[in-house]
């Protein structure tokens, strides 16, 4: 039997969703979402760790993978001695990681990546737009700038869209991104329901058939 948690991974530009639908999902008995920007935003900034990220987030950087990977393998392994987050129960739902090549690769020995739920938008400026919001309603930093928010595209187009082909093109499901909340959920749920009734036994709902 595999040890390897059992992952989805969402997928997509920034601005894409990614976060929204997460945090949808994570609600749903069965799921459990972890975004990885999340867990470096909660980090106290006058860590050291805190401190890496700052520097690196408010200039649009990826954190280096040794750290990244190391800060989210501790994170989850805590989060499992906590039972907050129960391996043989739940779905893990990715968002934010893998953002690179040698990321998808450091993750393989604790991940199982079951399907990819790849949100598109052809409509650059929309998500440009939706960050911009995003900045001023959250109080966010490294989207507050233009320039910062280019630099995370540049970022995102570059290493991390090349991700995708690392894994299996059978795997990754590709969801359009425009439409409102709700039917965007709708569409992500279609993928990912059936790869959750058919990894785990819902003791609370139908006896699979
Ligand atoms: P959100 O999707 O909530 O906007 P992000 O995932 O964009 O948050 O994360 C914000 C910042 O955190 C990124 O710009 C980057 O500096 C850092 N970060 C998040 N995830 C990673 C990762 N997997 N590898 C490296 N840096 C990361």
Known sequence: MSTRYQTIL???????????????????????????????????INSKLGRVFQEYSSRGELVPDDVTIQMWSENMHARTVLSEYKPLVDLLVLDGIPRNVTQAKLLDKYIRVLEIVHLVCPDKEA???????RALKENRVDDAKEEVIRRRWEV?????????????????????????PASVLQHILEVVVPVQESHFRN???AVPV
């Open 10 to 44: 969402l997928f997509g530009a920034p601005g894409a969703g990614k976060g929204t639908q997460g945090k949808i999902l994570g609600q749903i008995p069965g799921f459990y979402h972890l975004s990885c920007g999340e867990v470096f935003r909660t980090l106290d």
């Open 156 to 180: 995102y187009e570059k290493e991390t869209a090349p991700v995708l082909a690392f894994y299996d093109s059978k795997i990754v499901r590709t969801v359009n991104a425009m439409g409102s």
């Open 127 to 133: 998500m440009i737009q939706r960050l911009r919001r």
């Open 203 to 205: 003791p609370l709902g």
